[in-house]
């Protein structure tokens, strides 16, 4: 059954910079460090950060709990919260329902402002849509216990339209940076979601960090627009640019990243032409570096023979856009996907004609092994 809505109008008005709940500082035991993270997030608020985004599954499950308790010194509306259904560990409405439930005890919250379907994809929003979870959620919604429903996206832009043009969402997340543009939902999701008047959430505007990682040669070119100003200032006045993005998260996990994010886009001034070309110079000239063009899509999978194809391609190709080997390092190096990688190939070609874009897969894998164990030494 298709859900439609009217045009939705945003119930609340966040700050423009939204806090990601993902990445705080940890103690050697691997919970929260909350000395730290209260002073980042105390840094935040104060310097008028509104949306503080978490999940069930953040900080294996200390985040919700752990970010209710901080907010409660503050009034209620003062801040947004956004948190999202696991769709992941979701098999039965009931799981839903009980999930929800704990969500809001964690937060110790009447409702939330925004609630997502996390991290879906076609198969997984057809599924919960099946099995009576989206009819719930809106049911949720209707009873007031949610402010906006939307969903975030990690797929193709193929199954991003699909689920974007099911119904009239309050809004969507997607990944978005100036490196990746033709990624996932990339350009033309956030283009889509725009002409569609549904407006955009952006998660990952450094791309976790990465983008803030450059070689000599790329951060030279920031250097040279303005000694003191960092490459993530620039990704995140890109990002700024967009009018239609209404909230830009970010994973911040050190004081000084909340700091100059803060300062960045409390009132973000847009990129000259001059920045603007920079910035998409440098992106243009990492998407250049990649080894194909291997978009994820999982059409060749499951390999016979156990090799995680998108993968290694998605390894080899990062490590080759960010000319390091660096930041690849310990996922290559897992022992955990040992029996993954490319050595497993006995091309038998079997993945071949599955791929939309034409790759000759074994070829690639036997060039991936070679490049990244050169790497390793």
């Excluded at 990682?213 to 000694?227: E, G, W, Y």
Aim: glycine letters at 8%; hydrophobic letters at 35%.
């Amino acid at each position: 059954m298709m859900h439609i809505r009217p045009t939705p109008q945003w119930n609340t008005s966040p700050a423009l910079l939204g806090f990601g709940v993902m990445r705080m500082p940890t103690k050697a035991d691997g919970t929260i460090d909350r000395t730290l993270s209260d002073a980042m997030l105390k840094a935040a608020y104060e310097g008028g950060v509104t949306y503080f985004d978490t999940a069930y599954t953040y900080h294996n499950g200390e985040s919700e709990p752990y970010l209710g308790s901080f907010l409660r010194q503050y009034p209620r509306s003062s801040y947004q919260v956004a948190t999202k259904m696991p769709t992941w560990l979701v098999s039965s409405l009931d799981d839903a329902k009980r999930i929800f439930g704990e969500q809001r005890q964690r937060l110790g919250l009447e409702h939330f402002d925004f609630y997502l379907l996390h991290s879906i994809g076609k198969t997984a929003f057809t599924k919960m849509v099946e099995i009576g979870v989206l009819d719930y959620l809106i049911e949720e919604q209707q009873q007031g216990t949610i402010g906006n429903l939307g969903f975030s996206f990690h797929q193709i832009y193929e199954e991003f339209e699909y689920i974007l043009r099911y119904r009239n969402w309050d809004f969507c997340q997607i990944q978005y940076n100036f490196l990746d543009t033709e990624e996932q939902a990339g350009r033309a999701g956030y283009n889509l979601a725009t002409s569609l008047g549904i407006p955009v959430i952006v998660m990952e505007p450094i791309k976790g960090g990465s983008l803030i990682n450059l070689n000599d040669d790329l951060a030279s070119q920031f250097k040279a627009l303005a000694p003191d100003a960092s490459a993530a200032s620039y990704a995140l006045r890109w990002v700024a640019d967009h009018p239609n993005v209404k909230v830009i998260l970010s994973g911040m996990s050190t004081l000084e990243h909340v700091q100059e994010n803060v300062a960045t886009l409390k009132n973000p001034v847009p990129l000259s032409p001059k920045e603007l070309h920079t910035v998409e110079t440098v992106g243009e000239t990492m998407r250049s570096r990649i080894g194909n063009s291997c978009t994820g899509c999982s059409y060749c999978m499951p390999c016979p023979f156990g090799v995680d194809i998108p993968g290694n391609f998605a390894l080899w190709n990062k490590a080759r856009m960010f000319d390091s080997y660096q930041i690849i390092q310990r996922a290559w190096e897992s022992p955990h996907a040992a029996d993954n990688r490319p050595s497993a190939c006995t091309e038998c070609g079997a993945c071949v004609p599955l791929c939309p874009q034409m790759i000759d897969i074994p070829a690639d894998l036997k060039t991936v092994d070679c490049e990244l164990t050169a790497l390793k030494g």
